[in-house]
């Protein structure tokens, strides 16, 4: 059964830092690239930031400069470190591996940044 759970969300001041983690399982994680994807209410599930199975990222523009994605394939895990959010950055956070069209999610965790 594969798995993959988020954890690290919570509640920030604008200006701070978060460290969100997903922890897989079931899957051959080397294999797989990883995503973090956000979805605001109202709004559509967006990709956030990926990392591929060579270690290659991307980010979107919205994040550049601030999110940083990584992964131990060690400990079968995936990291969105987060700095200076900004209440905009407001959302659930998924986790999402795929792999030659096997794509899995994650339950999601929420950020809320508000003073």
């Known amino acids: 059964q594969v798995q993959l759970v988020e954890s690290g969300g919570g509640l920030v001041q604008p200006g701070g830092s978060l460290r969100l983690s997903c922890a897989a399982s079931?899957?051959?994680?080397?294999?797989?690239?990883q995503g973090w994807y956000r979805q605001a209410p109202g709004k559509q599930r967006e990709l956030v930031a990926a990392?591929?199975?060579?270690?290659?990222?991307d980010y979107a523009d919205s994040v550049k400069g601030r999110f940083t994605i990584s992964r131990d394939n060690a400990k079968n895990t995936v990291y969105l470190q987060m700095n200076s959010l900004k209440p905009e950055d407001t959302a659930v956070y998924y986790c999402?591996?795929?792999?030659?069209?096997?794509?899995?999610w994650g339950q999601g965790t929420q950020v809320t940044v508000s003073s």
């Open positions: 079931g899957i051959t994680f080397s294999r797989y690239a």
């Open positions: 990392i591929s199975s060579g270690d290659s990222t």
């Open positions: 999402n591996a795929n792999w030659r069209g096997l794509i899995y």
